[in-house]
Every structure is written in C-alpha cells, then in structure tokens.
C-alpha cells in the first residue's frame, strides 16, 4: 500500500473518558496526511477489532489512561489473532509504567507513547513501520 | 543530563520572534503600570465581591484544608492508605473511585474487567463503603467524594455508613462532587441523558440542602475541563455557567437561592501559569458574587462567596524525569494558596505513569505543609491584590469569562450548548493549539521539548494486583447469598417507579443501599426509566 493513504484505527477501550490525547493524535495524523478512524469512547475490544477489519486499517492505536492497560492490550492481540488480522499493527499511549511496556511489546504491541511525546514522532512511526 | 544542543544558551530556547503569552495563549505586557489598569475594585478580604478573600483574616484564620484525593484497589487498602495520610497530618478525606463505580457498573460486569480497582478504589455495595470507613468515625472527618452519574447512591451509602457509626446528619461534612455538566464537558463519565441526570442532581442537592447542613452537596468542577485542554478563560467561563444552570434548576424545583446557595462550593485547576493562575482565582469570586447578586438577587452573602477547592495539574506532569514533577507541584500548590483556596490538594510526582505511591504521596502532602508552615505567605490576605499585573489579569479572566456566559445564554443554556458541542468544540481547538505550541517550541515543557535527557530515569510506581477483580468478584456473590433478595428487588421496583414520578429519588435510593442494592443495580434501575446517554460526534 502507498504511504499515502495509510489508515489508522484509534480507538479508547475500556471505560476510560480521557480522550484529550486520543482527539490530539487523531488530529495530528490527519493533518499528517492519514486517514483516520477515530471510534469514540466506550469501544470494546470486539467492536474495535471489527471495526479495524472493516475500515481496512493499517494500524490500531489505543489510547488507555485508566490503568486497565496490560488486560485491554492483550486481549485486542487475542481478537486480532483470532480474527486472523494480526497483520495490522498496535501501537498505543497513554499513562502506562515503565515497567509494563517491555511486557506489551513481547505480548506484540509495537510502540508505546508516554505522555509528553512529540506528535511528529508518531507519524514518523508509523510512516516507517507500516507496510 | 545532557542538554539538547538545539536548544543552545544563547536567547534560551525560544528563538528571536517569541510572543509572551500566557499559556492560555493571551499577549501579556513586559510592564502594568498605574496607566495600564483602571482599578475599580477597591474591595477588602470578605467584602462583597470577595475578590481578594472570602475571610478577612484568611490563613490567619484558618488555613486551608490539606485534601489529597485517594483510593485504589480494594475498601480495605484504601482504608489503610486514608489512615495513613491522616496519622501524616491531612485534614480531610478525598475518595478517588473506580472506573466501573464512577460509570455505575459493578465489579463483576463485563465491562469492568480489567478495571477493577485500578484508578481508585472499587465500591459495589454498602458492605465496601463500610470497610472503606472502618475505625474512621464520620462524625470527625469531612470527606470529599469524587463521583458524578451515581452520586446520589454513594451519597445514600455515605449516609447509611452514618447511620451505622451512629453519627447525626447534622454531624456529617464534606463535599459530593456531583457536577453533572462537565462530565458531558470533559471528563465524560456519564450514564444518563442530561435532563435526567439534571434531576438527580437536583434530587441529591435538596435532600442535603433538608438533611445535611454541614454538608456541601456539589462541586462545580473546572478541574476537569481544564485538564481536557481548556485556557484558563474557557475552564472559568464553563465553570461558572454551569453553576448558573445548577442555581436555575434548583429555583426552579422551587427553592430560594439562599437556601441553598451558602452550601455550593467550586473546584479548579492549578496550573502552571503563575499569575494567571492565581488572576483565575480572584476572578471567580468575584464574578461568582456579582452573578450570584445579580443574576439571581441573592441576598444572603454567603450566597455570593465562591468558596473552592483546588488541584495541581495532572496534565502538566510529566513520565519524563519525574522528579521534576515535585517542583512543578510546588509552584502550581502555591498558585492556589496566593490565590486564596480554601483546600488544596498536591499531585504526586508519579502520575504521569501510575497511581502514587504511599512515599510519593507522603512527599505531596508534605509540599503542602512547608508552604503552609516554612514560606510565611499565609500571613498576608492576597499579597498579590493591588500588583498592576494581576489586578489587569483578573479583569481580563472576568471579562472573557463573562463572554463565554453571554455566549452560552444565547444558546439557549448549557444543555443545549453541550449538545451543540459548543464547549467540547472550544476545549478540542484549545488543546491542539497548545500541543502545536509544544511542539513549535513556542512553549517549553523542560524534559519533553527542551533539556530532554538520554535514556529513561525509572522511578518506583504502584503496582495493584489483577486479583482485587477476583476478589471484589467474590466478595459480591458473597454479598447476593447472604441478603434478602426478595428485599431489594422490591426495593429496585419501587425505586424505578419512583423515577417515573416526580418525587425526590434520594429516600428510595436510601432504601435500596441499606438492604445492600448494589451500584450497578440502583444504576440500572435508574437507566431502564432514564435511558442511557450517547455522546453525539463532534
């Protein structure tokens, strides 16, 4: 697929309501020249992974400040196995430890932005890592 | 640490063309001076319009309250950490709860997994709120409690904990947070509509108006909106005009404004703009009093007094060099007290990556004791009142405040506002030109975008278990066996027909959590006559 129409899911799981960072993002890959899917709050994993599917999407983020991280994660790489989808890359942000985030990278999560990250390097992320 | 070396000494980091703004983005001056400000307010400390003070004597007369917002995992843990910090000298209690409590879901709903206890503490039925309070009596303690759509049902179990200890209603201090518009706003932990959450709302605020005298039963929160990406114009201006629409729906289930109004108390942000800050601040008092007169013709001063509390910015720490969170804390903490709050609460340098440990919640409380104690500045009201600049500030805050009131009345009300997006719209565009400015440089957050170190500082963060769901799994259906469920189910049915009527809905509310109706019951009760709210795409 071209780079210029890269596709990009994201979507807040869980029960969370903080979506400052999710709309910023989502804003940011936009004006980046991507297209972008944003789901609202509320998703669950089910609805996120079928809407990926649907949408065709390159890449799902998730944005997760709730501390319901390791779980929401790892089920979403569960459902995209499942769904024999796993070609599509997840990257995500949000307040997450240190600690847990080799944890998710092994689990296949590919990036974790902490607060503070420059928008630009999302894009350049995603720019290089999707196919 | 290494410096980035983009960022070289010569002129700072900013480059040559720099427009000083304040970091809502308005032009400041290099220099106020008498000629700059007509100074009309001549006021003095607990004076109509309360600009510099609520008190006249201030901290001289009693010093804010030490107020650190907590809770995590289970009631028993919270418990422990709520004594802890108060053998450390807090003064008052604030309960942070659970994602699945704050959205009316108990612990076992497929939705909560995963969610359990983990941003604060996990409350399905009186038999948590009772451990909550275990060994702490009600009668000693004023207790904060961060809760909105189900407010009215930890209000009920707050009361029935009580009623337990064998504490009198006229005993009983504290504040419910119960801000229903800016979770539509901002913070977005919504269940209902508004209107009928409006009502609860309502509901919960006469039963504490009746029932409750030392009791504040709403907390109008800009904190929140704030942290969504507000200025500080915009957090000021959507604050105060939800208190408008609160005083309006409450004259208008037919009370008087002054036999509610003393007990309505504010929330706001402490941000990292110093002066604007604490401009913010004096600004809300006085504009709270003059609309408070008015607007709505109350008589009673204590009617007029904004009387708030207020918290350090969460969004301003940073998961890059933590440590540098402390000093961020301390400049903003001070803001509050120079702008005259009336409790304060300090974030804990870990919050950028998890919930703060009992060390680094020690370490906020103690930030709060050495202002108080060590820095003198509690010996002077408002030192700051009369400062050319801030005088100019305050007037600016209250003036652009007050546009974004006149542009809400002209929606026709903060209700339809929030459905047209109007704020969320106003927030959305503020946030993405204050992360622009970041990210041009224009301005600095050290450790993100200037001075960023090589490698990552770890820091110890809080780990809570993944057994408390299983726990609070088990503790519930413990909780389903042993009550009379023929009991609450008639309690639930006579709860949702009264929800279908107009009469106050805290007395069955009542009812249902002494016979341990669950949360997420009483919830979804209220939702089958309610409806459940869908946030529309702005």
């Not at chain 2, 009596?137 to 904990?161: D, R």
Request: aromatic share 8%; proline share 4%; net charge negative.
């Amino acid at each position: 697929m071209s780079k210029l129409n890269i596709r990009i899911l994201i979507a807040k799981p869980g029960l969370d309501g903080h979506d400052r960072g999710a709309k910023v993002v989502a804003r940011a890959l936009r004006d980046a020249g991507m297209e972008v899917i944003y789901t609202g709050l509320r998703q669950t994993v089910d609805h996120i992974v079928t809407a990926a599917i649907q949408e065709d999407v390159n890449a799902i983020g998730l944005s997760i400040l709730s501390g319901a991280h390791m779980h929401l994660f790892q089920s979403l790489l569960k459902a995209l196995r499942k769904r024999d989808a796993q070609d599509i890359l997840v990257f995500g942000g949000g307040i997450i430890p240190d600690d847990d985030i080799p944890v998710l990278k092994a689990a296949g999560v590919q990036a974790i932005f902490q607060p503070g990250t420059h928008t630009k390097e999302i894009v350049h992320f995603l720019r290089q890592n999707v196919q | 640490m290494k410096r980035k070396p983009a960022f070289g000494v010569e002129g700072g980091p900013r480059g040559e063309k720099r427009r000083f703004t304040t970091i809502s983005g308005d032009e400041i001056a290099s220099l106020y001076s008498a000629r700059s400000e007509e100074i009309t307010d001549s006021s003095g400390p607990g004076e109509f319009p309360f600009t510099r003070g609520i008190h006249p004597g201030m901290y001289r007369e009693r010093l804010w309250t030490m107020r650190q917002f907590s809770g995590f995992g289970s009631a028993h843990q919270t418990n422990q950490r709520f004594k802890f910090l108060l053998a450390q000298g807090q003064q008052g209690l604030s309960v942070a709860f659970d994602l699945p409590t704050l959205m009316g879901l108990d612990s076992d709903h497929p939705l909560a997994a995963g969610e359990v206890g983990k941003c604060g503490v996990a409350i399905d039925s009186l038999r948590d709120m009772e451990d909550l309070f275990r060994d702490i009596s009600l009668a000693e303690i004023s207790t904060s409690m961060t809760i909105n759509s189900p407010a009215a049902v930890l209000l009920a179990m707050y009361v029935a904990v009580a009623e337990k200890q064998g504490v009198s209603r006229d005993n009983l201090r504290g504040t419910l947070q119960n801000d229903i518009l800016k979770e539509y706003i901002a913070q977005k932990e919504w269940i209902y509509p508004p209107r009928p959450a409006m009502r609860l709302v309502v509901d919960s605020i006469r039963f504490c108006t009746r029932e409750l005298p030392l009791y504040n039963g709403i907390s109008i929160s800009g904190y929140h909106i704030r942290e969504a990406g507000s200025t500080a114009a915009q957090e000021l201006g959507f604050t105060l005009r939800n208190g408008i629409e609160y005083v309006q729906w409450l004259i208008d289930s037919g009370l008087d404004v002054d036999d509610f109004a003393p007990r309505l108390s504010f929330f706001f942000n402490a941000h990292s703009d110093f002066f604007e800050e604490i401009s913010k601040f004096r600004a809300a008092r006085r504009l709270w009093a003059r609309l408070m007169k008015e607007r709505f013709g109350a008589l009673d001063t204590r009617s007029m007094k904004c009387r708030f509390h207020t918290q350090t910015a969460g969004c301003s720490l940073t998961a890059q060099q933590p440590h540098n969170n402390i000093v961020r804390t301390t400049i903003q903490a001070l803001a509050g007290v120079l702008g005259g709050a009336n409790s304060l609460h300090t974030n804990s340098y870990d919050e950028a990556l998890a919930l703060p440990t009992a060390e680094s919640a020690l370490l906020a409380l103690r930030t709060q004791q050495v202002i108080a104690y060590e820095s003198e500045v509690t010996n002077t009201v408002d030192p700051l009142g009369g400062s050319y600049f801030v005088e100019s500030l305050t007037n600016r805050l209250e003036e652009k405040a007050l546009e974004y009131i006149e542009k809400i009345d002209l929606l026709g009300g903060m209700i339809p506002a929030i459905e047209q997006g109007f704020p969320q719209r106003e927030i959305g565009e503020a946030s993405y030109a204050y992360q622009e400015a970041l990210e041009k440089q224009e301005k600095i957050v050290v450790g993100v975008n200037a001075y960023v170190a090589d490698g990552v500082e770890s820091i110890p963060t809080l780990k809570i278990g993944n057994d408390i769901r299983e726990k609070q799994q088990a503790k519930l259906s413990q909780l389903r066996n042993e009550r009379d469920s023929g009991l609450v189910k008639q309690r639930l049915a006579t709860l949702r027909s009264s929800a279908q009527g107009n009469a106050n809905l805290m007395p069955p509310i009542l009812d249902a959590v002494r016979d341990y109706a669950t949360v997420g019951e009483i919830s979804d009760a209220l939702k089958d006559v309610f409806g459940a709210y869908v946030e529309p795409n702005f």
